[in-house]
């Protein structure tokens, strides 16, 4: 827990979805997106590449969300798979599970759905107990 060293989303937006806009479809994109708008599709980032996808306060999708850091404010109904990092705002609204590695969650935010930790390292080093025996 400590000592990992865990990547934060970077601070450049390249491109930016506005208010107002509609997409219908699903969207590929690379470096940084912000969604001011609305999304009717799946949104991912590029594969074997960072991406991270910010959704303000108005922002809605609908669809499954496959990045590698995610800042949402917004609505989002369907799974968020996030391979580093989850941050929910106060104002964040999930319909649907999230798969997490890192995850910060404020006052406020709200999950319809499961929180699922992924990390492949540790899941390889469980070990199952057996039950105690019933005395």
Do not use: W
């Not at 009717?40 to 499954?64: D, F, N, Q, W, Y």
């Amino acid at each position: 827990m400590f000592g990992n060293k865990t990547t934060k989303p970077q601070n450049r937006i390249d491109c930016l979805i506005g208010a107002g806009t509609v997409i219908e479809g699903d969207l590929t994109f690379d470096g940084g997106l912000r969604v001011d708008g609305r999304v009717h599709g799946s949104v991912m980032s590029v594969e074997g590449k960072p991406g991270t996808l910010v959704l303000s306060e108005e922002a809605r999708i609908e669809g499954e969300i496959r990045v590698s850091h995610v800042v949402i404010n917004g609505t989002v109904v369907g799974p968020v798979h996030a391979a580093d990092y989850v941050e929910l705002q106060s104002k964040a609204n999930v319909t649907g599970d999230v798969y997490y590695k890192t995850l910060e969650m404020q006052l406020g935010a709200v999950v319809q759905g499961r929180l699922v930790y992924q990390d492949d390292a540790k899941a390889e080093k469980v070990v199952k107990l057996k039950p105690a025996a019933a005395e």
